[in-house]
């Protein structure tokens, strides 16, 4: 505490025994004066026709000068700061920082001192007496400065941790399933100062040390079972250059944007992307993945039991050949399908000569026959060789 009691305790001692008890009448007309001044030269305080507030303000004033008083006549009384820990929480609750409650007391202490001078002839004071008067005044006032500051402080991080559980209340409400009613959320949503958006986008996390460095009107669990965000419209202006900022160093996944019913569903695919990306089938690293860029293997994965039959019905033919060989041609199928018919393209695509393209496919046309003419074989095949082709990628070491 910048006032220490110690230091106020000297002054104190020094100052002539029955000085408190000459200067108490004075309080009512000291406080009228210290309240106009404050009044006069505060806006944030200047309430003429508020009579409580009036009130208020003329207990704190004359609690501090009485409280200043018993400290002269009694250094020895134990210093209760509680009262105005009490007004810190004040200033807290009314939204103002801590900028007029200090001008007001520095206001104060100068009505304070410049009543003492003219008066201290008449009272005895020496000049010494006097200006260790006007020391302990200013050593008292960095003490309910100090006792405000904690309240404030106090209150701010009450008010803060309020609003932290209901921004993590909103957000269970917004990823529940069935979805909570509309009027719930938007009730809550006004509680916790979060503007209700037209979409969002969920973001699954992996769980790590530390918070993303992002603005708060996102939505953060960390402390979920699968950390997670719920960002509010995430395709508007700047919103993707402030994700991929955010998230910078983060292994995430960015759902779809979808109304906000439809937030848990977002969620749920970056769920989906983020475990593929852990696997290798979809690109992982340090920053976000983004589901919209990767919905047809997010698509084929979504049931991988039944990719698995499809793929034991379309490959059947290359079953019989050594693995090798089944990977060529595989490889090859799924290029010919993706680019076009010509040995050309196919052969640029795979960096190997044309005629070798040429002569996988003759075999492929040898172990599928017409079944290649069919777009419906066709269309299946290239479903069931993209999965493989992630799966084998995934399953390479990194």
């Keep these: 505490m910048k006032g220490d009691l110690g230091d106020a305790r000297r002054l104190w001692d020094s100052v002539p025994s029955g000085i408190a008890h000459a200067l108490r009448p004075g309080i009512a007309k000291v406080s009228d004066e210290v309240i106009v001044e404050i009044q006069t030269r505060i806006p944030e305080y200047a309430r003429p026709s508020d009579e409580i507030y009036i009130k208020v303000v003329r207990l704190a004033v004359e609690e501090a000068i009485g409280r200043f008083l018993d400290r002269i006549e009694d250094p020895d009384a134990p210093w209760d700061p509680e009262p105005f820990r009490m007004i810190g929480r004040g200033e807290a609750a009314e939204g103002r920082n801590l900028e007029p409650l200090q001008t007001a007391m520095r206001l104060g202490a100068r009505v304070g001192w410049r009543r003492l001078t003219e008066i201290a002839g008449p009272l005895g004071l020496s000049p010494q007496s006097l200006y260790d008067l006007?020391?302990?005044?200013?050593?008292?006032?960095?003490?309910?400065?100090?006792?405000?500051?904690?309240?404030?402080?106090?209150?701010?991080?009450?008010?803060?941790?309020?609003?932290?559980?209901?921004?993590?209340?909103?957000?269970?409400?917004?990823?529940?399933?069935?979805?909570?009613?509309?009027?719930?959320?938007?009730?809550?949503?006004?509680?916790?100062?979060?503007?209700?958006?037209?979409?969002?986008?969920?973001?699954?996390?992996?769980?790590?040390?530390?918070t993303p460095s992002l603005p708060p009107d996102i939505l953060v669990g960390l402390e979920r079972p699968q950390p997670c965000l719920l960002v509010p419209d995430p395709n508007g202006p700047g919103q993707p250059q402030m994700l991929d900022k955010g998230l910078r160093g983060w292994r995430a996944a960015i759902g779809p944007a979808v109304p906000l019913e439809r937030a848990a569903t977002s969620l749920r695919w970056a769920t989906e992307a983020l475990e593929l990306a852990r696997r290798g089938v979809l690109p992982g690293g340090r920053g976000p993945l983004r589901c919209s860029d990767h919905m047809a293997t997010l698509i084929v994965f979504k049931d991988e039991e039944l990719v698995g039959a499809l793929a034991a019905s379309r490959l059947?033919?290359?079953?019989?050949?050594?693995?090798?060989?089944?990977?060529?041609l595989a490889e090859t199928l799924l290029a010919w399908l993706r680019y076009g018919r010509g040995a050309g393209e196919v052969a640029a695509r795979l960096h190997?000569?044309?005629?070798?393209?040429?002569?996988?496919?003759?075999?492929?046309?040898e172990l599928y026959g017409e079944q290649l003419g069919d777009p419906d074989i066709r269309f299946e095949l290239e479903i069931v060789l993209r999965a493989r082709q992630a799966a084998r990628e995934g399953a390479r070491p990194s």
């Design 134 to 210: 006007g020391e302990a005044i200013f050593v008292y006032l960095d003490q309910l400065a100090d006792a405000a500051a904690e309240g404030f402080d106090e209150a701010r991080a009450h008010a803060a941790g309020e609003m932290e559980r209901r921004r993590h209340r909103l957000l269970d409400l917004l990823l529940s399933q069935p979805p909570a009613a509309a009027e719930a959320i938007s009730d809550l949503a006004k509680a916790a100062g979060w503007r209700l958006p037209r979409t969002v986008a969920g973001v699954a996390l992996d769980d790590q040390n530390g």
């Design 316 to 328: 059947a033919p290359l079953a019989h050949l050594r693995p090798s060989q089944q990977d060529r």
């Design 352 to 365: 190997v000569h044309p005629q070798t393209v040429r002569y996988r496919l003759r075999q492929l046309e």
